[in-house]
């Protein structure tokens, strides 16, 4: 009988605690986006036509332009116009690389959270752009001084301050223009044809309609994002033109996020 008191009374064992994995850490996850956007063939040789385009832009300049021409901001301008081409087309393939390379199953599944997972592309895309814009003003510098030592002129600095911010600005604009585009079609060819319509076909529309309807041409800084994403370039914008700047990123840029996101999380990862 004591015996059996002695079992009924015995407290049992606790269970031994389950085992809790810590989540990744987001810096992790952006620098495998980061290093994702340059392991593909098409990601190498994308970054390095970005290279070899500020290369020859720079040779254009000294081999081609007149003397007075040979200054650090056209060596800046000649170098970025690609770059705002190339560098967009970076952003579309490190979202659309999911589906088109059929990798999206693995990654949401070691990162089951797909807004974790964009917002680190994001990121990643934010990070690219200010980089390469360092590349392309050293690119320039190191171009501006070679260009004034070949022709025998003084060398000109006059890139204003405030372009310091301002274009830097505009590349993180664009590129993620181009992240709206993966994230709202997930197809490459889909994205990367809607982004070179946009780029290269819409401006010279716009253009043509501005110049021959008056009420578009009223409203074009409104709703043109490439017109109003240009004044960055040139100027340091005036208050109604970062009006215009912001009313347009809303339109191009803040609503196919916001559409791509939602369709992202109802889509099915195959």
Do not use: C
Request: net charge neutral; hydrophobic share 55%; proline share 6%.
């Amino acid at each position: 009988m004591t015996a059996i008191a002695v079992e009924k009374t015995r407290t049992p064992s606790p269970r031994p605690a389950g085992r809790t994995t810590a989540p990744i850490p987001m810096t992790r996850v952006v620098g495998v986006e980061l290093r994702k956007m340059f392991d593909t063939r098409s990601g190498f040789w994308l970054m390095a036509s970005i290279v070899i385009t500020a290369v020859l832009a720079s040779a254009a300049v000294v081999l081609f332009a007149p003397d007075d021409a040979v200054t650090y901001n056209n060596f800046a301008a000649a170098i970025g116009v690609p770059m705002t081409i190339i560098l967009p087309i970076v952003a579309i393939l490190s979202v659309t690389s999911e589906w088109s390379q059929r990798s999206g199953l693995t990654t949401f599944t070691l990162v089951p959270n797909r807004g974790r997972v964009m917002a680190a592309k994001g990121v990643a895309t934010v990070l690219v752009a200010i980089v390469s814009i360092g590349v392309a003003f050293g690119v320039g510098a190191v171009g501006n001084l070679i260009g004034s030592t070949v022709n025998g002129t003084d060398t000109v600095w006059d890139m204003e301050s405030t372009q310091l911010w301002a274009i830097p600005l505009a590349n993180v604009l664009g590129m993620l223009l181009g992240f709206a585009f993966g994230l709202l079609l997930r197809s490459s060819a889909a994205a990367i044809v809607a982004y070179l319509v946009y780029a290269l076909v819409l401006p010279p529309l716009a253009e043509l309609l501005s110049a021959t309807q008056s009420w578009f041409a009223d409203v074009r800084p409104w709703v043109d994002f490439n017109y109003a994403h240009a004044v960055l370039f040139d100027q340091t914008p005036s208050a109604e033109q970062w009006a215009n700047l912001a009313t347009s990123t809303g339109l191009w840029l803040v609503l196919p996020l916001v559409a791509g996101m939602v369709l992202l999380r109802r889509a099915e990862v195959k």
